[in-house]
């Protein structure tokens, strides 16, 4: 399970260190994808390979599925920890989540999220917990 927070930055060629914590329970290689929010999704194989069949189990008649399915998976990509610690972060997934030079890398359970700073403080500044709680208690999620 993946949880906490870091503050790392991205070069200029698109390399992002990977937390060693993070790094542990991913092994060297992994997937990243576009993520819900405009941040990108990190998993672990295992994770990714039962994630993946759940989309590709989607009935293909539904439009719906057909996008979200479409969402995730053209947008995956295999990426490789280098001897640093670090991943080359493909082009286009860079651009699809603005990472430029700050970067959020959170811990959220089964996956890890990757957010540009900017992008992550706004959506952090404009959370309702208390609205969050009432609507999490009703899907039967309580403290």
């Given at each position: 399970?993946f ?5 790392h930055?991205?070069d ?11 790094r ?6 992994f997937?990243i ?5 405009g941040?990108?999704?990190?998993y672990?194989n295992e994770?990714?390979?039962a ?9 293909v008649?539904?439009?719906?599925a ?13 990426v490789?920890v280098?001897?640093?610690?670090r991943?080359l ?9 603005k990472?430029d030079?700050?970067v ?5 359970g089964?996956?890890i999220?990757i ?9 952090s ?6 609205g969050?709680?009432?609507?999490m ?7």
């Amino acid at each position: 399970m993946f949880m906490s927070e870091y503050n790392h930055t991205i070069d200029a060629k698109g390399r992002l260190i990977i937390p060693s914590k993070f790094r542990e329970a991913l092994g060297d290689e992994f997937v990243i994808s576009k993520g819900m929010d405009g941040c990108l999704y990190v998993y672990a194989n295992e994770d990714w390979n039962a994630f993946e069949q759940k989309l590709t189990s989607l009935p293909v008649t539904n439009k719906s599925a057909r996008q979200f399915a479409r969402f995730f998976l053209a947008g995956a990509a295999s990426v490789e920890v280098d001897k640093q610690g670090r991943i080359l972060v493909p082009g286009n997934l860079r651009e699809f989540a603005k990472l430029d030079k700050d970067v959020v890398l959170v811990g959220v359970g089964s996956r890890i999220e990757i957010w540009s700073k900017d992008q992550y403080d706004t959506i952090s500044d404009d959370v309702d917990m208390d609205g969050i709680a009432q609507a999490m208690e009703e899907l039967g999620l309580t403290i």
